[in-house]
């Protein structure tokens, strides 16, 4: 699984789904990905930022 909660599979589906139309379109689905995944980001750079005050 990557990090958005998405798993390949299903973001090829959606890239091969835009792939007939223009570059926005694309543009749209990445970012979708990139919402999707937002709510995943805060937490991970807490973590990282944890990791780093304990080294």
């Given at each position: 699984?990557?990090?958005?909660?998405?798993t390949?599979p299903?973001?090829?589906?959606?890239r091969?789904?835009?792939?007939?139309?223009?570059?926005?379109?694309?543009?749209?689905?990445?970012?979708?990905?990139r919402?999707?995944?937002?709510?995943?980001?805060?937490?991970?750079?807490?973590?990282?930022?944890?990791?780093?005050?304990?080294?």
């Amino acid at each position: 699984r990557l990090e958005s909660g998405f798993t390949q599979p299903d973001i090829e589906k959606i890239r091969s789904n835009v792939k007939g139309k223009p570059k926005t379109s694309i543009k749209t689905v990445d970012q979708a990905i990139r919402d999707a995944g937002a709510s995943v980001q805060p937490k991970e750079s807490k973590l990282k930022a944890v990791k780093e005050e304990t080294k």
